[in-house]
């Protein structure tokens, strides 16, 4: 089974929020969408599961269209934390809808985690602090057995213990190989610890897709100081410049290769050393804009 998104667009209020995004996701991964706030992760999210209607471009499942086929939308779970349909119901109430809108939703693994995290299910969702109602929502779409799962800063508000229980359950879930999981973060250092894959969202694009444990073989980066603030036409050629103050320079290299490192050596640094590297690091070298560098310097 695959999840491709193919030609995706979408127009919100005159502007371009998506703009011709595609991918293709197979069982057994877990992708993050990365992007600056308001580049669009909760449209495309809400987009690919038909809470908002296409512009443009396809959604298919196992190669059926879901705009064509809606009994597909049971392969997707979108949960989306900015919907108040049902602020004032109980989790009975919830499961009970859930229920008929995922003919295979388990109840059993429903109930043992409500159990887990000490909710019952006489609790309204207006009652709950941001922290549990994401817990919740986290139950909730692992229940449903959806193969696929969106989940929207699925970690943001939840404190330590059950962040670190939550992210062992979303990892327990991958590893069957019968699900996928998409996570929208901003928080990058705790994505990187659990996403395989990295989706670069930018002015409505896909700018990069990044496979991440490929990408720290293949990826350097490095601190290079010269004698004047002069930085040479070879190292903006080749790389991205992430950070600059003064005569130091911190520059990523997707491909660190021996031409690169050749062409690095003629640009005579006083001083070269390698820094580990980081997905905020990616997320530097692609998002970042002209205006942002300048700050940097």
Not at 18 to 36: P, Y
Not at 67 to 90: S, W, Y
Request: one cysteine or more; hydrophobic letters at 45%; glycine letters at 6%.
């Amino acid at each position: 089974m695959s999840l491709v998104i193919n030609q995706l667009s979408k127009r919100i209020d005159h502007h371009q929020t998506l703009d011709g995004i595609s991918f293709e996701i197979g069982l057994g991964q877990i992708v993050g969408v990365v992007g600056r706030n308001g580049v669009g992760k909760t449209t495309l999210f809400r987009t690919i599961n038909g809470q908002y209607l296409t512009d443009h471009g396809q959604v298919l499942v196992d190669g059926q269209e879901v705009v064509d086929q809606p009994e597909m939308r049971t392969q997707l779970c979108f949960i989306d934390p900015l919907a108040n349909f049902f602020k004032g119901a109980t989790i009975a109430q919830i499961q009970w809808y859930y229920q008929a809108a995922y003919p295979d939703f388990d109840n059993a693994e429903f109930a043992q985690l409500l159990d887990r995290y000490h909710l019952t299910s006489k609790q309204k969702l207006r009652h709950f602090s941001k922290g549990m109602f994401g817990l919740f929502t986290i139950i909730l779409s692992v229940a449903t057995q959806a193969p696929y799962l969106f989940l929207d800063e699925p970690l943001d508000g939840l404190d330590v213990l059950i962040r670190k229980n939550i992210l062992g359950i979303l990892i327990d879930e991958v590893a069957t190989g019968n699900r996928s999981i998409v996570i929208a973060s901003h928080n990058l250092a705790e994505s990187e610890g659990v996403i395989d894959r990295a989706l670069m969202l930018k002015h409505g694009r896909i700018v990069n897709d990044y496979q991440l444990e490929a990408m720290r073989r293949s990826a350097r980066k490095v601190q290079l100081v010269y004698r004047d603030k002069q930085i040479p036409a070879v190292v903006k050629q080749l790389g991205h410049i992430v950070h600059v103050s003064g005569r130091v320079i911190v520059v990523v290299f997707e491909d660190y290769n021996a031409e690169v490192q050749a062409q690095l050596a003629t640009t005579n640094p006083v001083f070269q050393e390698d820094l580990p590297l980081s997905l905020a690091d990616l997320f530097m070298a692609n998002l970042t804009d002209e205006a942002d560098f300048e700050l940097l310097s």
